[in-house]
C-alpha cells in the first residue's frame, strides 16, 4: 500500500480535481511485458496481435497485465493478465475506447485480486486493495498517453507536499477508504480553489464488451 513515506518522497500526491494521484500508476511505460498503458495502446493502435476470430468478432488478440512485487517478509508477487480480440480496422477513437475498457476491466480483476484470499492476509495488500487513487490513476496513465498535447497532472492540479499532508492527516491513508469506480474521491484542501473532478478524464468513453472486442 502507499504510505504517507510515499507523499514525502513526492509518488503520491494529493490534486485538486483527480483526488489522490499515484505518480508510479500514472506513467504509462514499463519494461515487463504486456504491462503499461504504452504496451495495451501500440498493440491496440497497430494491430500487431495474431488474427483470430471470436464470438462473430475477427481482429487481433491483445493481452494487457497488471502486476506487484512486495517484500512482506518474504517476496509476494501477483498479476493478473487477461487477452482479448479486437475488431480490426476500427477508427482511432473507435480503439481509444476500447483501450480504456480493457484498461477498466484489468484494473478492477487486479484490485479484486489483491483483496481476495490469500493476498488480504496481508494487511500491505488489502489496504491496496481500490485504495483511493488506484483506478484513478490508471485512467490517467492512458489519457496522458491518448492525448500528449495535454498536461494531465497539471490538469489535475496538485497541491505542495504540506497540502497534501494536510489531506493524509486529516482523511486518513489512502487505503482506508475504498474507491471502486475510475471517478475521483475529492477532500477539502486549503490549497484548492476548485471541488470539481477534471472532466477530460471522461472524454473517451469505454465501449461495452461483446461490440468492438471480447474475451479472447
Not at 512486495?70 to 473507435?94: I, M, N, P, Q
Request: with cysteine; hydrophobic share 35%.
Amino acid at each position: 500500500m502507499s504510505d504517507r513515506s510515499y507523499v514525502m518522497n513526492g509518488r503520491l500526491v494529493y490534486t485538486c480535481r483527480c483526488g489522490w494521484l499515484d505518480r508510479g500508476h500514472a506513467s504509462a511505460t514499463s519494461t515487463r511485458l504486456f504491462v503499461g498503458a504504452q504496451s495495451l495502446w501500440n498493440q491496440i493502435l497497430a494491430e500487431t496481435g495474431a488474427k483470430v476470430s471470436r464470438s462473430q468478432i475477427t481482429g487481433f488478440k491483445v493481452t494487457y497485465r497488471q502486476d506487484m512485487r512486495k517484500k512482506l517478509g518474504v517476496w509476494l508477487s501477483a498479476d493478473v493478465e487477461r487477452s482479448y480480440v479486437v475488431a480490426s480496422g476500427l477508427s482511432t477513437h473507435a480503439k481509444e475506447r476500447v483501450a480504456v475498457s480493457i484498461l477498466m476491466d484489468v484494473s478492477r480483476a487486479f484490485e479484486t485480486l489483491q483483496g481476495s484470499f490469500p493476498y488480504r492476509m496481508s494487511s500491505n495488500c488489502a489496504d491496496s486493495s481500490f485504495s483511493q487513487e488506484d483506478l484513478v490513476s490508471n485512467l490517467v496513465s492512458l489519457h496522458t498517453l491518448l492525448r500528449p498535447h495535454l498536461n494531465f497532472e497539471q490538469l489535475c492540479q496538485p497541491v505542495s507536499v504540506k497540502g497534501s499532508l494536510e489531506v493524509w492527516d486529516r482523511f486518513g491513508p489512502v487505503g482506508a477508504t475504498k474507491n471502486h469506480r475510475f471517478t475521483p474521491m475529492l477532500h477539502p484542501c486549503s490549497e484548492c480553489r476548485t471541488s470539481s473532478v477534471l472532466p477530460e478524464l471522461g472524454y473517451i468513453q469505454p465501449t461495452p464488451k461483446g461490440t468492438a472486442f471480447v474475451d479472447f
